[in-house]
């Protein structure tokens, strides 16, 4: 997917709630807005909005003549609205750098305008990463964020073609059709290794992914370094995920109890090292997609709750 450009056509801040006043130009820094009110805010330090949402008002009241910053936003922007926006793309105007945190947030009980309620719905909300000026006029490069999945099966017979694998693409498969219904993007890159340490220790160093997930080497024979290999690697492990799999599992499998499956985080990836066979990948898949998307908001610091 392509970045796409969008154009702002006004900037606005205020130093007490309600309604924005246009200004020559807004000063970003991370917290926020220079003197606005949301300045030092966690997830919602600068608003933006599409002119079309205002002009859907308009056409809806008969209102016109809307002032910029009547509906408290920071950046009113060209077709904003008509970008497929998503919490952690990226937004860049000359040397800012915006986030995406959240798309609309909750409502004030108390608001009574109409009109107000346009950014609460429709308003894209960023926390800052670097710092600027910006300015009517000015060019918003949109970068899109697509989640990235590195599946990694270990397996000394399924490398030497002895047979094909089957566990990575279940894996690529289920993670493709719970992305899809998050509606958010997603690509993977799946890898077959044989049961070598080193292989796996590189492959996990040079993921770049946002999910690691590998698939076999978690029993108790002398091939199976996986989670020897991944644990220390690890900045810190989640071991009620795994924990409550095998409790599940060995209710119907006590030979599931063996299992030496783990789950953990490394700088921003989350991994999830699981056995090889596809019935055991199906059964372990259906328990952590059910907390993946927390797990994903929860390691961007983003407001999930």
Same mark, same amino acid.
């Given at each position: 997917?392509?970045n ?6 006004a900037v606005s801040?205020a130093?007490?709630r309600g309604r924005k006043?246009?200004?020559?130009e @807004?000063?970003?820094q991370?917290g $926020?807005?220079v003197?606005?009110? *949301?300045f030092g805010?966690? *997830?919602?330090q600068v608003s933006?909005?599409g002119a079309n949402?205002?002009?859907e /008002?308009?056409?809806l009241?008969?209102?016109s003549?809307?002032e910029?910053? =009547?509906f408290? +936003?920071? @950046?009113?922007?060209?077709? /904003?609205?008509?970008l497929q ?5 990226i ?5 800012v750098?915006l986030?995406?945190?959240s798309i609309?947030?909750?409502m004030?009980?108390t608001v009574?305008l109409?009109g107000h309620?346009?950014?609460p *719905?429709?308003g894209v909300?960023?926390r800052?990463l670097k710092a !600027?000026?910006?300015?009517a $006029?000015?060019? @918003? ?7 990235r999945?590195?599946i990694i099966t270990?397996?000394?017979?399924a490398s030497?073609?002895e047979?094909?694998d089957q566990?990575?693409?279940?894996i690529?498969?289920? /993670?493709e059709n719970?992305?899809e %219904?998050?509606?958010?993007?997603f690509? =993977?890159?799946?890898r ?10 590189? /492959?996990?160093?040079d993921?770049?992914a946002d ?7 978690? !029993?108790?024979?002398?091939?199976? @370094?996986?989670p020897?290999v991944v644990?220390?690697m690890l900045?810190?492990e989640?071991p009620g995920i795994?924990e ?5 599992t060995s +209710?119907?499998?006590p030979?599931?109890m063996l299992s030496?499956?783990?789950?953990g985080v490394?700088?921003?990836?989350l991994?999830?090292?699981l056995? !090889?066979?596809?019935? =055991?990948?199906? +059964?372990?898949m ?8 927390? =797990?994903?908001w929860?390691? %961007?610091?983003?407001?999930? *709750?």
């Amino acid at each position: 997917m392509q970045n796409q450009n969008l154009n702002v056509l006004a900037v606005s801040s205020a130093k007490t709630r309600g309604r924005k006043f246009e200004q020559a130009e @807004i000063q970003l820094q991370p917290g $926020g807005v220079v003197d606005d009110v *949301h300045f030092g805010s966690k *997830h919602r330090q600068v608003s933006l909005l599409g002119a079309n949402r205002i002009e859907e /008002l308009e056409n809806l009241t008969g209102a016109s003549d809307f002032e910029y910053g =009547a509906f408290a +936003e920071n @950046i009113l922007c060209s077709y /904003l609205d008509d970008l497929q926006v998503q919490p952690l793309d990226i937004f860049r105007i000359g040397d800012v750098v915006l986030e995406v945190t959240s798309i609309g947030k909750p409502m004030h009980k108390t608001v009574t305008l109409v009109g107000h309620y346009v950014t609460p *719905h429709f308003g894209v909300f960023c926390r800052v990463l670097k710092a !600027g000026v910006v300015r009517a $006029g000015d060019t @918003i490069e949109w970068v899109p964020k697509i989640f990235r999945a590195k599946i990694i099966t270990l397996s000394d017979r399924a490398s030497s073609g002895e047979y094909k694998d089957q566990s990575g693409p279940l894996i690529v498969e289920q /993670l493709e059709n719970f992305f899809e %219904n998050q509606k958010l993007r997603f690509s =993977a890159d799946s890898r077959i290794i044989p049961d070598d340490s080193d292989q796996l220790k590189q /492959l996990i160093l040079d993921s770049g992914a946002d999910i690691i997930i590998t698939s076999g080497g978690t !029993g108790i024979s002398n091939r199976d @370094i996986t989670p020897d290999v991944v644990r220390p690697m690890l900045d810190m492990e989640i071991p009620g995920i795994m924990e409550y799999i095998r409790v599940k599992t060995s +209710e119907s499998n006590p030979n599931a109890m063996l299992s030496r499956s783990l789950a953990g985080v490394r700088a921003q990836s989350l991994v999830y090292c699981l056995p !090889g066979s596809p019935k =055991a990948v199906g +059964e372990y898949m259906f328990y952590i997609l059910k907390s993946l998307k927390h =797990a994903i908001w929860m390691l %961007n610091d983003l407001d999930g *709750h």
